[in-house]
């Protein structure tokens, strides 16, 4: 009998350490393999349209041009500026005429900053940049905008103008740090 109990305890041995083998994974070999996510810095930036036109009424000096707006897009992960995020400025200024722009609102599409306009009034445009808006983070950690926004632009006779057709060009930027 001493040897049927040693035969058996041998047969309960064999059989937990396959089961634990198995179970437990005892057999084979791991390796750590450390992932790195990178996610660069973006912007993304457009308007549907490139073209407005400003129609005088008159030529008289201060006169002022039909408002016309155009919508922009915006879509930015990493900005970490929070005044004169968006700035606009022209390529030439003429002597007898003044280009105006204002930001008119914005719309929020899941960032977790804003932009708000920091003027209330038309400002003159220059060949430098002019600050239209500012950042304001509403949740989390408020370095992402997404959304859609307006600026209003019209153009103010300072002197009698000349009746033509003139071609400006704006340069809108906006800035994340």
């Given at each position: 009998m001493v040897s049927m109990?040693?035969?058996?305890?041998?047969?309960?041995?064999?059989?937990?350490?396959?089961?634990?083998q198995f179970f437990f994974g005892s057999i084979g070999a791991a390796h750590n393999v450390s992932l790195r996510f990178q996610v660069p810095s973006f912007i993304q930036f457009e308007s549907a349209s490139s073209n407005l036109t400003l129609p005088f009424a008159d030529f008289s000096p201060g006169a002022e041009s039909e408002t016309a707006a155009m919508e922009y897009r915006i879509?930015?992960?990493?900005?970490?500026?929070?005044?004169?995020?968006?700035?606009?400025?022209?390529?030439?200024?003429?002597?007898?005429?003044?280009?105006?722009a204002r930001f008119a609102n914005f719309s929020n599409a899941g960032g977790t900053a804003i932009l708000v306009r920091n003027r209330q009034a038309f400002v003159t445009l220059t060949e430098r940049d002019v600050f239209l808006a500012d950042k304001t983070p509403v949740s989390g950690s408020g370095r992402t905008i997404q959304g859609s926004?307006?600026?209003?632009?019209?153009?103010?006779?300072?002197?009698?103008?000349?009746?033509?057709?003139?071609i400006k060009t704006i340069k809108l930027t906006f800035a994340d740090v």
């Amino acid at each position: 009998m001493v040897s049927m109990r040693a035969h058996f305890s041998f047969k309960a041995g064999l059989g937990f350490a396959l089961a634990a083998q198995f179970f437990f994974g005892s057999i084979g070999a791991a390796h750590n393999v450390s992932l790195r996510f990178q996610v660069p810095s973006f912007i993304q930036f457009e308007s549907a349209s490139s073209n407005l036109t400003l129609p005088f009424a008159d030529f008289s000096p201060g006169a002022e041009s039909e408002t016309a707006a155009m919508e922009y897009r915006i879509k930015a992960n990493n900005v970490t500026r929070q005044r004169g995020v968006l700035m606009v400025q022209i390529d030439s200024k003429d002597s007898d005429l003044d280009l105006q722009a204002r930001f008119a609102n914005f719309s929020n599409a899941g960032g977790t900053a804003i932009l708000v306009r920091n003027r209330q009034a038309f400002v003159t445009l220059t060949e430098r940049d002019v600050f239209l808006a500012d950042k304001t983070p509403v949740s989390g950690s408020g370095r992402t905008i997404q959304g859609s926004f307006e600026i209003a632009y019209k153009a103010r006779a300072v002197k009698e103008l000349p009746a033509g057709t003139r071609i400006k060009t704006i340069k809108l930027t906006f800035a994340d740090v």
